[in-house]
Each structure stands twice: as C-alpha cells, then as structure tokens.
C-alpha cells in the first residue's frame, strides 16, 4: 500500500505540461523516469505539508534517477528548466567541483619552496630513505597534528593499519601515504620510477580541514573548512633542513626562525612575520594566531581575525605571501615601511610574475566558489548543547547580553564593514595594529562548537567560551549571573 502511495503521490504531481514521472521499486532503492528531451531538476518534499520543494542533485538531461527508497509520504516533481537556468547551474556545480580540488590538491607550484629551497621532503623521508635525520612516521606526522584521509587509503592499507602489519613507526609508511595522495594538505612529488621523494608541496587544506577521526584517531574522512587546530605548523616547518629563505627575509638566524616557528604551538599560524618581523607578543608569548575556520563564509565580508580583506583577497595573499605558491599579488598597504617593514624590504605589496607561469589568479574564482560552498557545521541538541538552556540563552543574546548589537543574526557577525577597535571590544591592541585598519573582525559564530579547541579570540586568550562570557560581561556590566551566562554559552553552542 505504502508502494502505491507513493506513487500516486508522483503521478499527482505530474501535471501542468511538466514531464510525467513513473516510479520502478528496484529494492532497496526506487528508480524514477520522466519524458521529454530538455533541462531537468528533479526535486522533493518530505511530505505535502512541507514548505518548500527541495533540489535533488544537479540539473541533468538524463530521464532517470536512481534514490535511496524514500518515506512514504515524501513527494517528488520533476521540472523543466530554460536553457540560461540550465547553464546557471551546471556552471555552479563545475565551480564547486573545480574549487574543491584546487582547495585539496592544488599547490599553486609552491614545491619549488618547500621542496627545493627548505627541501622539508628531505626531513620527511629520513636518512633510511635518501633525506636527512630520522624521517617522519605516521606515528609521529598524527603528533604534530597532520591528518589522513580514509577514502585515499585501498581496503588493504585499512586493513594493514588495524591489524598492525602496516608499520606506523616507519618514515617509508609515511612515503607511502603521499604516494596515495592521503595526507590531507600534503603533496609528495617523487622521481625515480616513484621510489624516491624529491619535493613536496601543500595546499589550502594543509591548514583548513582535517578529519572526522571515523577510522581512528586523526584518519578519517575529510572535514573541508574546519580549521586544523592539532595541526603544529612551526614545528612541522621548522624540520626543514634550510630556513635561510625564512632567514634571508627577516634578516635573522637560522636558529633564530626554528625557535620562533617552535614556538607557535598546535592550531596556530603566524601570518604577519614575514610582514612586520614581531615573532612575540609585548608579554612574551607567541605572536601566533589561531587557524581560523574556511567554512561559513557566505555573506561575510572580512575573512581574517584582523579585516585584511575578502575571501579572494586572503586566498591570493595566502598563496603566493604565506604558500609561496607561483601568482601575482598586489597591496600597496604592505608598502608602509614603518608598518610593515618586512614586507616593504621585500617587495611584497607588488610580487609580478609573468601571466604563463602564474599558477594562482586563474584559481581564484573556482577557489572563492568552493569556500562560500562549505556550510558552518549544525550542532545537534542533546549531544553539542543542552536545548532548554540554549532557548534562556538565545533570550539573553538579543536582550540583556545584547549579543546581537554586533553578531546580527544569520550572519552572526555585521553586515558591512564588521571591524572594531580594540578599545571596543576592551582588549589589547598588538594583533589589531599588525593589520592595515588596527582593528578586529566581529567573528561570525556559526558552527562554534565544533571549533573549542585552542580557544577563542584571535589568540586562543580565553580558553572557554565561558570565559570570552564573562569578559564581555566584566567590560560591558552586563551583571548577568552565573546561571545566565551558563544559558549564554549553551546557546552560543547552538548556533
């Protein structure tokens, strides 16, 4: 009975010159065909009381599709689309396909740096396997925060890995993982018939994803946008063989970078040294920020803990400034010597390069596409919050707390220009005045929850969001009580 529900609900909707839909049980799946020769999109409804028809998949010119068998009140209509429409969609689809590889795969040519000027490749490998030093492990690479992607690895390297036969402890292992193309953000360029590593490189996702740990601790499938905050960069960089590149633009020692690089600690980047040359903050601790997350960037301005610019403005300055990627970058601000002299020592407010060998700017646009694409993370009641407290706080947020005064809902942080000034928000000035505006970004709060490790703020300086609570509450005189501000945070997590 349920069967024929189902479709009847089809045939019912099948109407008004749109093509006819006819359903085949295939169990455990249910096949749908429709007429006609044009532009497809094929959408549902859980039941008819739903408010909106929902888009399954792209637009197609198949007259097929094959789902999952559906619940039985759900509905499906097939429409068609004009050509503009059609081409609309498809361009987008190719758009997140193309920026989801250049995000996880594309170097943008910078193994010539880390490869062929630090030779980290080298480092990697170990001596047992032509580099220099112990090498890397497995073991040893998930320590300082890298990440492996599961669906890289063949069902018996899976296998290998759980019944121990394949050796953790062994830099070769890890050789063998880059090979696979399995070490999310890492890319291994091998010679010699593929026997022998002789560069490396890294991409977006280096930094801005990691793994949902699925498998075991650290491999898993990939999380695009969420910020690695195991991952140790300095420590990581800092067993490169040479850091005379590192040291010939800050005009220090060599062991001069390895001690400020070992210094950052997991999760954090350091994205002005080579900027303004303040490797520590006026209190003596690193002047590294937290990895910010890539997800839920739609609609928001300001990328970056400090402003700096939009999504496209930081993945160029990234690529080519922190990457060291082959591509043209532009910012006469980094000209200010007395700001950032670094930079302006080294020409990095106008880094040219022939339009053949640029291996960024035509990236961007597909790049830009894919990040706006990645949605924060929704957290779930019961497990990441606790709802009835969440609904006091959800309260307190838009009336005694007066949250939203900055982080306007959807957002979550203001539309427009979202900075402010130190003393706005009642902190130091140090990392503010390391940007072109000297001010901080109203960090938007989607997905909040899954990102608690590390801190909060730009540095990590509060290491709750019950502290980052009852700092605004001190600085502002919010006097909310305890018990307000616990319901404060559960529904902080709950957005």
């Known amino acids: 009975m349920k069967n024929i529900v189902f479709a009847l609900a089809l045939s019912l909707l099948s109407i008004n010159a749109q093509p006819t839909l006819s359903i085949l049980n295939t169990d455990p799946e249910v096949e749908l065909h429709w007429t006609g020769s044009e532009f497809f999109q094929l959408q549902s409804k859980k039941d008819l009381h739903a408010p909106r028809w929902m888009l399954l998949g792209w637009p197609t010119t198949l007259n097929q599709a094959r789902l999952a068998r559906p619940n039985p009140q759900e509905f499906f209509r097939i429409q068609t689309l004009p050509p503009n429409d059609f081409m609309n969609t498809t361009n987008a689809q190719s758009m997140v396909e193309t920026g989801r590889q250049i995000f996880r795969f594309d170097t943008f040519g910078d193994e010539d740096f880390w490869g062929g000027a630090l030779k980290l490749h080298q480092a990697i490998a170990g001596n047992a396997n032509d580099g220099v030093g112990p090498g890397v492990s497995p073991k040893a690479a998930l320590g300082v925060g890298l990440k492996v992607d599961v669906d890289a690895l063949p069902p018996s390297v899976q296998q290998g890995i759980k019944n121990g036969s394949v050796n953790l402890d062994d830099p070769a292992t890890t050789l063998e993982l880059l090979k696979l193309n399995a070490v999310v953000g890492v890319t291994g360029v091998f010679s010699n018939n593929n026997t022998q590593i002789s560069s490396m490189g890294i991409q977006c996702a280096f930094c801005h994803s990691t793994v949902d740990n699925s498998f075991s601790a650290g491999i898993g499938h990939r999380l695009d946008g969420w910020p690695n905050r195991d991952l140790n960069v300095g420590a990581i960089v800092a067993l490169a063989p040479d850091l005379s590149p590192f040291a010939n633009v800050l005009q220090v020692s060599q062991d001069t970078v390895r001690t400020v690089l070992n210094s950052w600690g997991p999760g954090k980047f350091d994205a002005e040294l080579i900027l303004d040359g303040k490797a520590f903050r006026p209190d003596g601790k690193s002047a590294a920020t937290l990895i910010p997350p890539a997800y839920g960037l739609a609609g928001i301005n300001l990328h970056t803990w400090t402003g700096w610019g939009s999504v496209p403005y930081w993945n160029a300055f990234v690529a080519v400034l922190e990457m060291h990627g082959k591509g043209r970058f532009f910012d006469s601000r980094l000209n200010d010597t007395n700001q950032f002299p670094v930079a302006a020592r080294n020409g990095f407010g106008d880094v040219k390069i022939d339009a053949d060998e640029d291996q960024v700017t035509s990236k961007l646009p597909a790049l830009h596409f894919y990040q706006l694409s990645l949605p924060a993370p929704k957290p779930v009641a019961g497990r990441d919050f606790d709802q009835a407290a969440a609904d006091r706080g959800d309260v307190l947020f838009e009336g005694k707390a007066n949250c939203i005064r900055c982080h306007t809902e959807p957002l979550w942080t203001e539309p427009g220009w979202n900075l402010h000034t130190p003393a706005e928000i009642q902190i130091d000035d140090f990392q503010a005045n390391r940007s072109p505006d000297k001010r901080y970004r109203t960090s938007p709060l989607a997905g909040i929850f899954s ?45």
Do not use: I
């Not at 990590?460 to 969001?465: C, E, N, P, Q, W």
């Open 451 to 495: 990102r608690q490790k590390g801190g909060f703020f730009h540095d990590g300086r509060f290491a709750t969001l019950t502290d980052v609570v009852q700092h605004y509450n001190t600085a502002f005189n919010l006097q909310l009580t305890d018990a307000e501000m616990s319901d404060l945070v559960e529904y902080l997590k709950s957005l």
